[in-house]
């Protein structure tokens, strides 16, 4: 459960310029929306819990790890054992993208999705990340604050004045614009490395040893991948950690790419923490709808499932298999009470929301 004793006493001093956006809709209206997300939330967990929906979803979580752990396989072998840049090039990019792809999956396996599953990993219990970020702690920051209450100024760890795009909303100063654009281009190409230490700097104020945990996954994963692997590749050790190193970068920028157009679009909103009731419903189901979008991608949906990002943070257990179902029934209730629901395609967005931070930067 969320603790506004955890909320650093700065985030309670920003000033905010705008008219609070929760106004728009009536204590009467907000009951409504309550009743019938409720009413979806209740239907749709019924469906998630059939012997039949289980089935599948356990099918789809094995396939799907199959399937990048496959990439991953494929990718080592590129690096290690031949020579040439062709080789290089795609060693890095299935290494990257399976990193990103088995994050993703693992997002799903942490918020116990598939906690039905035969094998305890895809329970969530032994879940290994193959990024530089706890899985513990990433489970914990991200369920409980992220998703309690997302892009939430002070209460959301993974939003911060970093990546607060709407500077006429907290902002007043220059400096604080260019701040806030720079660590926007920082975030793009390292969202999950400074995620996980961002999470983990939340829950350190609670939890003293959570900077050792971080430290020995941090060791374990850097051995293994700049010392161990290399060494299994004898003369191509150089080429493998080169490889190993860019291919973090792709996940990376892969990640960043995808939440600068799900979260910090031209068109979402963030709250302060003094503008949101944790205790009310209808807010949580309103700032999820204000602070995400879904995009269009011609790519792996599965891989990516970005194209669902709303509906994900309404109802985070649905996996990705179901939650393109609940999205017809999302935009109904988004309709009857005039909520936001923000779709687009991925390079419009990304061009709308960049072209939006220098004109910020720029404003007087």
Known sequence: MLDLALVEPG???????????????DEKTQENIK??????????LAEHNSEECQKLDNAFVSEQYQKYKGHEKKGRELLKGRFGPLTFFRGIYLLGLSRFALFSLGHEVLHGTFRTHEDPMFQGRTWTNTLFINDQHWKRGHNQGHHKAPGVFGLDPESSPSNFRGSDDFYAERGDRIVSLISSYILNFHTLFFIGIVEAKHLSLSDENVWKEWWITFKTLFKKEYFEYPKEAGINAPRVVIGNFLSFIVAEVVSGFLGRTTHIRADTTCLHVNEFDLKNRAHFYIVSLLNAGNITLKSDRDLYGWDTHIEHHLFPFLSTRMLAKAGPRVKAICEKYDLPYHEGDFWTVFKVAYILDFKKLVTK
């Open 11 to 25: 985030f309670f001093k920003r000033r905010v310029k705008r008219p609070n956006p929760m106004n728009q809709w």
């Open 35 to 44: 009743n019938d997300f409720d009413a979806l939330r209740k239907e749709l």
